[in-house]
């Protein structure tokens, strides 16, 4: 599966760079996304971004070179991950930059890479970009269950105090939002769904302050 997956993650690279006219490898895209300390920020997490972002970009009437940027920008968006929000996504930004140069594209690439850092963007296409990072949330209950658990190896290394509190504050933040997903395509698709997976997650968590 490990190696199918990565196979996979070159096609799509490459049929989108070529919709784009470029000739540009992939190089260390699939090494990356198998590191060992990645529970949930890894192939199977990229592969669902993009094909969920091209659903909702299907759904959105988008041309064949958005769909290309939507994609290019899904396989590049947690292509570093080491744990350090911001930090993550301006190097994995970087690194899009980087492999992409000479494409006209390669900027609006990583400007929507760097989005997924604070999730949030009045740009149409970057939000289709941002709900499909979050199509997970609204996934079936034993789906979210094994996202849930993924994402705690990522940070095995926290207490189990600290990581309650942590963790209960960025499901807050997402609960909070009305709606959480922008665009209407993934709001009829996950909304609910998601909603409900965050409460329950956050009750289990307890009372953190």
């Known amino acids: 599966m490990g190696e199918q997956a990565g196979?996979?993650?070159g096609a799509r690279w490459h049929e989108a760079v070529r919709e784009l006219g470029g000739a540009h490898d992939a190089g260390d895209l699939a090494d990356r996304y198998a590191e060992s300390h990645r529970g949930y920020h890894n192939t199977d997490h990229v592969l669902a971004v993009v094909?969920?972002?091209n659903v909702l970009a299907e759904a959105d009437d988008r041309t064949a070179r958005e769909r290309a940027v939507l994609t290019l920008a899904a396989l590049a968006h947690d292509v570093v991950y080491d744990g350090k929000p911001g930090d993550d996504e301006r190097r994995s930004a970087d690194w899009v930059r980087e492999?992409?140069?000479?494409?006209?594209?390669?900027?609006e690439v990583?400007?929507?890479?760097?989005?997924t850092v604070n999730h949030a963007s009045d740009d149409p296409l970057t939000c289709l970009l941002l709900d499909a990072d979050l199509a997970i949330?609204?996934?079936d209950p034993a789906t979210y269950e094994r996202y849930r658990t993924a994402v705690r190896t990522e940070y095995a290394h926290?207490?189990?105090d600290a990581w309650r509190v942590g963790r209960a504050k960025v499901l807050r933040t997402l609960a909070e939002r009305d709606p959480l997903y922008v665009?209407?395509?993934?709001?009829?698709?996950?909304e609910a769904s998601a909603k409900a997976n965050l409460a329950a997650e956050i009750s289990s968590?307890?009372?953190p302050p």
Do not use: N
């Open 51 to 53: 094909r969920d972002v």
């Open 99 to 107: 492999r992409l140069a000479g494409l006209p594209e390669a900027d």
């Open 158 to 160: 926290v207490p189990d």
């Open 110 to 115: 990583a400007r929507l890479v760097l989005a």
């Open 205 to 207: 968590l307890g009372d």
């Open 7 to 9: 196979r996979e993650l």
């Open 137 to 139: 949330l609204g996934s």
């Open 183 to 190: 665009t209407p395509h993934a709001r009829e698709r996950w």
